[in-house]
Structures are given as C-alpha cells and as structure tokens.
C-alpha cells in the first residue's frame, strides 16, 4: 500500500476523543431536548424495522399465494382426461 493510500484510510472512524467531542457539543448544543431527540429516533428506528418486517411478510404471502395457485393448476391439468384419445 503506498502512503498516500494509507493517509486517505487513515481518516476512517473517529477515535475515542473524538466521540467524546462530539458528544460534548451536541450536549451544549440540544441540551434538555437531545432525550427527546434519541427517543424519536429510537421510535422512528422501530416504526422503519416494522414496516419492513410488514413488506417481507406481504411479499412472502404473496409468493406462497402464487406457488398455491401454481400446484393447483398443474394438479388440475394432470387429472383432467386427453381429448386427442
């Protein structure tokens, strides 16, 4: 790896001191409001992983809906009797 590759992945994630940081200002910054903030975040976090929970269960009902539908119509087509006899 050459240096000046090493110098771009060298600004990954932040350290310990940085979070710390951060942490600092976004206390100075919201204040009293940032619980309301992680809480909102929290319930809109939930919300998003139920709505996605809710599209896979549609879509895995309607792809075992469709493979129903599949059997019958073949099963059906193999008890139904030859006209060309």
């Known amino acids: 790896m050459t240096e000046q590759t090493f110098n771009i992945l060298a600004f990954g994630m932040p350290g310990t001191w940085e979070w710390i940081i951060v942490l600092v200002i976004a206390l100075l910054i919201f204040g009293r409001r940032l619980p309301e903030i992680a809480r909102g975040l929290g319930k809109s976090i939930t919300e998003f992983k ?17 493979k129903k539908s599949i059997d019958d119509a073949v099963s059906d087509d193999s008890d139904s009797p030859d006209s060309d006899d």
């Open 50 to 66: 139920k709505g996605v929970k809710e599209a896979k269960d549609d879509v895995d009902d309607i792809a075992e809906d469709a």
